[in-house]
């Protein structure tokens, strides 16, 4: 049983990170940003309400993604846990966690912490990657950077509330992938695989 939740800004590779440790704990990874961006694709009502949010990289109204959110953990294959990717974003989104989770607790927060000027290289590195090509619409390099500014400004001090939880880790995310899940997996301890 593993309830996680992992932080990280945009080009820390949080989404890697997440499918390994889901994979390796055997936990479904809920990512909100797969799942709106699933909604958008299937031009559902919740997919126009957040189209144009996600491709200016802001972030949906609370109540939204907690309404998502809520819905999902609720499913029968979260009762054993899960990996929460993008969720939560804001010290209210906490909140809203909380009370979703109701008796349950979360048994690690884990935050990538990935300086400035490393993101921002990587993400011209994604949006030269892109070029010429299929570029995701919110991967444009002054989406990204947007991204980050929120990430600074309101995901952060969520996170920050888990800090003073004792319930946050703070793993270094500047290394390759392996490097980077193996702190995460010596930090979460008994891996399933
Ligand atoms: P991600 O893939 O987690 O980076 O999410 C992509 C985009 O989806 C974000 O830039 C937001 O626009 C939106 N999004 C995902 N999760 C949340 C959330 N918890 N609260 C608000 N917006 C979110």
């Known amino acids: ?42 031009k559902s009502e919740l997919g126009r309400q957040v189209e144009e949010i996600l491709e200016r990289g802001h972030l949906v109204p609370d109540e939204m993604i907690g309404r998502v959110i809520a819905e999902r953990i609720a499913e029968p294959d979260a009762a054993a846990g899960f990996l929460l990717d993008g969720f939560p974003r804001t010290v ?51 989406t990204i950077r947007e991204r980050l500014r929120v990430y600074r400004e309101q995901t952060e001090p969520g996170a920050q509330v888990y800090r003073e939880q004792g319930l946050l880790a703070e793993v270094d995310g500047t290394g390759n992938i392996d490097q980077v899940f193996g702190l995460v997996a010596g930090l979460l301890g008994g891996a399933r695989a």
């Open 92 to 142: 209210p989104q906490v909140a809203i966690l909380q009370r979703a989770l109701g008796e349950k607790r979360l048994d690690r927060v884990v935050m990538l912490v990935v300086p400035d000027a490393v993101v921002e290289a990587r993400i011209l590195g994604r949006a030269q990657a892109g070029e010429g090509g299929a570029v995701r619409a919110d991967d444009r390099i002054e």
């Open 1 to 42: 049983m593993m309830r996680i939740v992992l932080f990280g800004p945009p080009g820390a590779g949080k989404g890697t990170q997440a499918q390994r440790i889901a994979a390796a704990y055997g936990i479904p990874h809920i990512s909100t940003g797969d799942m709106l961006r699933q909604a958008v694709a299937a």
